[in-house]
């Protein structure tokens, strides 16, 4: 029978340097995997000042690179989730909600009123495809849309 450790080492000593080494390959693939993202397409967020009470809107672009390109075909869509003081038109946007689609780009529009003064986040996720001539890539990644509210002016 063969043996799957070395003679008066104890199993424990084998077992933990497995596990690191499984550790250290996933931290590795794991940051792999965010450069190719990063070179596939890039996520735009625009930065936004609201007043309090007044409709605002501020936007997600999922822009293709590199011979990539959005998924024309494939479900797309942005789930979201306000902080306090802010309330969202829509908590899931689709395909049907793109402000903007083309084969290098997809953008949502994200419609909000601020209830209250001060600096906030629209939490979300994106689901989206993106293709080369041979291949697909299915993508879900968290966004944080960053907003601040005023109050509004006072009257003089």
Not at 57 to 64: D, G, N, Q
Not at 98 to 106: E, G, H, I, N, P
Not at 117 to 137: D, L, Y
Request: glycine content about 6%.
């Amino acid at each position: 029978m063969p043996r799957c450790r070395a003679p008066g080492r104890p199993l424990h000593s084998w077992v933990m340097k497995s596990m690191l080494l499984a550790g250290l390959v996933a931290a590795l693939l794991g940051s792999a995997t965010r450069a190719r993202a990063e070179e596939i397409y890039e996520l735009k967020k625009s930065d936004v000042k609201a007043t309090v009470g007044a409709k605002a809107t501020t936007s997600l672009t999922i822009a293709a690179k590199s011979g990539w390109h959005v998924n024309e075909e494939a479900p797309l869509s942005l789930k979201l989730q306000p902080d306090p003081g802010i309330t969202i038109d829509k908590a899931k946007l689709g395909r049907a909600d793109l402000a903007q689609s083309t084969k290098d780009l997809a953008r949502f529009d994200v419609a909000f009123t601020g209830t209250e003064p001060g600096k906030k986040t629209i939490n979300g996720e994106a689901s989206f495809v993106m293709c080369q001539a041979s291949t697909c890539k299915p993508v879900k990644e968290k966004v944080a849309l960053a907003v601040e509210v005023v109050a509004p002016a006072k009257k003089k």
